[in-house]
């Protein structure tokens, strides 16, 4: 063997972890750039049992395939991380983290040392973020135009859902759509046989035990109890006893008087995180109170922040009646749709809590539907806190060409991570250009010189014309936090993709050494 075979060997030794995990992530990455732009397709996932589902939301097809490589799992938790955090864009950080692994690798393999190539990569990222972040559009309230084009893109031009969301948004208000606690996204539900609706109010999935006048009341008073509807308990042994048994029927008593006290204050609904005593529900029922069990924490703390309610425990109820309604929440209306089987609580004039119901005929159809819905909403509210950019990659375009003036100034071995960050960058409108049929190369040079004539990164590619547009103008925008947060969560898992030497299988828990 030469010496040249000699070293093609070596180096290939050398590098077998670092392509190993490369294919890896190139694998994953393929599934889903094809989904990219509006000519993106779909794909078909095929369960263990038969099942499918055909869907193009990046997250969907990450969280459902069947991935064993570490690599590669390291790359869906960019798709996880984006979307636990932003709730849109997921795609594109998946696309960018592989493109970013796939310049760092070609560099590594050309003889450069993987941690200069990683250090240059976070200088690339870092400088990459402080550039996009110069270019952001601020949204000037729920009436800007541009946001209704941001929530037009990403709720993929359902005309339908993005007035529902848009409507939402209204209804909100500005002030708790820029509170980073409150997600409009999870406010979306879907139910089949219904009609899309924005309700000012909180819904509840649970069936109710019905009160005998009414299904409905109105200015209702509620009770939440983080516990059941029952007498205290005793000791089953001591009920053996007469002591035990007279302690056993003075507790009942007392539970009436509690149940007589609620009456007293005009309670109209229950809302229990456990079960109710047969002689509660009789209560109940004869007194006109709506008892709804079994309701989930959740919703408890939900309806408890929308009412003004204080959630209780069951000791609570023996206090005097002053001193409980000051723990009893207030709902201008609950009543029990049959429609949707869900109970309705509607908020007051103050409380700006929404629900978006997204209807369809069929499950799977409303389940697409609520997750273009959800899409739209985490993208309005992510331009509401923190502006727009030019989408369908022309602000990445023209952040890599900046980029790649800055490294050519660049000293050290870095500039080829700098380097590496400046080629990814491109990969995103390569992509959306080849799926739309085009030439990328011949379509990204037309659109850098139209970006150089207009000084403007606004500039692209109308995907069905092929011709150069103004994205703005034609509305083409995404929220600035979706592309700064893909970037950076791109740029972490890509770093520590291309620092891993060797990959080793650990022992099993308890085995022997």
Known sequence: MSQGQHSQVDGDERYSTLLNNSNAVRAVTSAVEGTLGPKGLDVMLVGPRGEVVITNDGVTILDKMDVTHPAARLLIQVARAQQEKIGDGTTTATVLAGALVQEGVSRITRGVPASKVVEGLRQGVEKSMQLLSKRVRLIGGLDDPLLERTVHVAGRERKDIVELVMQAARKAGIDRLQDPSYSLADSIIALENAENEVFEGVLLRQRPIFARESKSYDDARVLVLYDSLEPDDIDEEALTTEAGFAQYMDLR?????????????????????????PDAEQFCLDHGMMVVPRVSRADLRKVSDMTGATPIRRKALHKDSKELAALLGHTPRVAYDEGIEKIRLSCGSKDRIVTVIVGASTSEVVGEAARIAGDAASALQAAVSGGVLPGGGTSELAVSYELERIREAQKGMEAFGMEAVSAALRKPMSQILLNAGYNPLEKMEEVR?????????????????????????????????????????AGEVAAAVLRIHHVIKMKEIGEER
């Open 253 to 277: 008593k007392v539970f009436a008087s509690d149940l007589d006290r609620l009456s007293e204050l005009s309670v109209k609904l229950i809302l229990l995180e456990k079960g109710i005593h």
């Open 449 to 489: 010189a139209a970006q150089i004539r207009a000084d403007s990164d606004c500039m692209g590619i109308d995907c069905d014309s092929g011709r150069v547009v103004d994205y703005e103008e034609l509305g083409v925008l995404d929220p600035a936090p979706v592309k700064l947060h893909g970037l950076r969560a």
